[in-house]
Nanobody, 127 residues
Framework: QVQLVESGGGLVQAGGSLRLSCAAS????????MAWFRQAPGKEREFVAA????????DYADSVKGRFTISRDNAKNTVYLQMNSLKPEDTAIYYC????????????????????WGQGTQVTVSS
């Protein structure tokens, strides 16, 4: 069974940076398409960023494009989300998600596409 564990959340001032990590168990990362989602209080879970199983291509929500960067290190079974120029509206619980199996070069961004989820990590951006 795939297990995902997020870390790196916290409290940061507007304009600051955080790096989230998602550790995947079972050596499945190289077989997975990965993504980050977030959910703010009273709102639905929304797509943030995704990285394809092969080739390293990435996709971003318009709201984070140019500020966030998703990356993966298959040797460490870890996916990262580097978040720069944070805004108060980025405040949410951030979730890591994996899809196994996944087409090598297909982008996945719908929550229903993913087969495993982490428990989430809180990110709070103060103004």
């Amino acid at each position: 069974q795939v297990q995902l564990v997020e870390s790196g959340g916290g409290l940061v001032q507007a304009g600051g940076s955080l790096r989230l990590s998602c550790a995947a168990s079972g050596g499945i990362l190289s077989s997975s398409a990965m993504a980050w989602f977030r959910q703010a209080p009273g709102k639905e879970r929304e797509f943030v960023a995704a990285i394809r199983r092969s080739g390293g291509s990435t996709d971003y929500a318009d709201s984070v494009k140019g500020r966030f960067t998703i990356s993966r290190d298959n040797a460490k079974n870890t996916v990262y989300l580097q978040m720069n120029s944070l805004k108060p509206e980025d405040t949410a619980i951030y979730y890591c998600a994996a899809r196994v199996p996944a087409y090598a070069y297909r982008s996945y961004s719908n929550p229903a596409d993913f087969t495993a989820w982490g428990q989430g990590t809180q990110v709070t951006v103060s103004s």
